[in-house]
Nanobody, 122 residues
């Protein structure tokens, strides 16, 4: 089965930047959309940003103008460039792949990564 592996989380001071990466590995034919969600302690998981294979993007209002999502379809990789980070961005960030279609398999499914911690603090 396809797996998602995230990297790039860590600790940063307010105003700093981080870049998250998520690689999908396996016998992939297509992934309709890839994106990032986050969950802070005591809060529900929320969409941060998503991007389709054609490059159509969607962002949460709270990150517009600060975060940029991009995707390399040839590498089945999605990136999240996070600038001007604030303490309220502190959360576990999860990569999600929607509409995963494997070669020779006719049922598509959604997949979550294991999460990577982002902490913004002075």
């Amino acid at each position: 089965q396809v797996q998602l592996v995230e990297s790039g989380g860590g600790f940063v001071e307010p105003g700093g930047s981080l870049r998250l990466s998520c690689v999908a590995s396996g016998n992939i034919f297509e992934i309709v959309s890839m994106g990032w969600h986050r969950q802070a302690p005591g809060k529900q998981r929320e969409l941060v940003a998503a991007i389709t294979g054609g490059g159509v993007t969607d962002y949460a209002n709270s990150v517009k103008g600060r975060f940029t999502i991009s995707r390399d379809n040839a590498k089945n990789t999605v990136y999240l460039q996070m600038n001007s980070l604030q303490p309220e961005d502190t959360a576990v960030y999860y990569c999600k792949a929607d509409g995963v279609l494997e070669v020779g398999v006719y049922n598509e499914y959604d997949l979550w990564g294991q999460g990577t911690q982002v902490t913004v603090s002075s």
